[in-house]
């Protein structure tokens, strides 16, 4: 994704709307340089605050969901829809909570408001290596792993655009 900001850059547009995946750490150059180039930067589905805030004066935005708040938003939902109890557990196929990226924050929301309940959630990180072949044998697999290393689980959230495409697919064919 920050490869092809930097193509985008290059092509001198009058805009970019990118997600902010790559996190603060990795965008905040290349972000600096398109609009030192006069180029309206947006973020999409994952925001990067300290460089919205920086470049507000610039045009810079946001557009999407408080993920955190959608996270915790979905835990407590899940809670009364699936009629959870103190002590019932919970695994969420989350994506990292690096410090330096907002990708994680709806599944610390998520999981923020499970635990906040007294359910005992199970954090299983979901890579974009997995990711990025949802329906292959290899996160097949990887499913079946963590659903045979945590049985007792009563709820199952997926936090990743990718496997939860294909989680319904992948538990219909498991044994």
């Known amino acids: 994704m920050a490869l ?8 001198q547009p009058d805009g970019i709307c990118m997600m902010g995946h790559p996190g603060f750490h990795i965008l905040h150059s290349p972000v600096d340089e398109a609009v030192r180039k006069g180029i309206l930067v947006t973020f999409l589905n994952v925001d990067i605050p300290e460089l919205r805030e920086k470049y507000v004066d ?22 009364g829809k699936f009629n959870l109890q103190k002590g019932d557990e919970a695994i969420i196929f989350g994506i990292t909570f690096l410090p330096e990226t907002g990708r994680g924050l709806r599944s610390k929301g998520c999981m923020d408001a499970l635990t906040e309940q007294g359910i005992f959630v199970h954090l299983v990180e979901f890579k974009d290596a997995n990711g990025n072949k949802p329906f292959s044998e290899e996160t ?4 079946k792993e963590t659903l045979e ?15 939860t495409a ?6 219909s064919k498991m044994d």
């Open 149 to 163: 290393k945590y049985p007792n689980s009563d709820l199952i959230v997926t936090d990743h655009g990718n496997l």
């Open 140 to 143: 097949r697999n990887f499913v």
């Open 166 to 171: 294909a989680i319904g697919s992948l538990l």
């Open 58 to 79: 610039k045009g810079m935005g946001y557009i999407g969901q408080n993920l955190y708040n959608s996270g915790h938003t979905l835990g407590m939902g899940s809670i």
């Open 4 to 11: 092809q900001f930097k193509e985008a850059i290059e092509k």
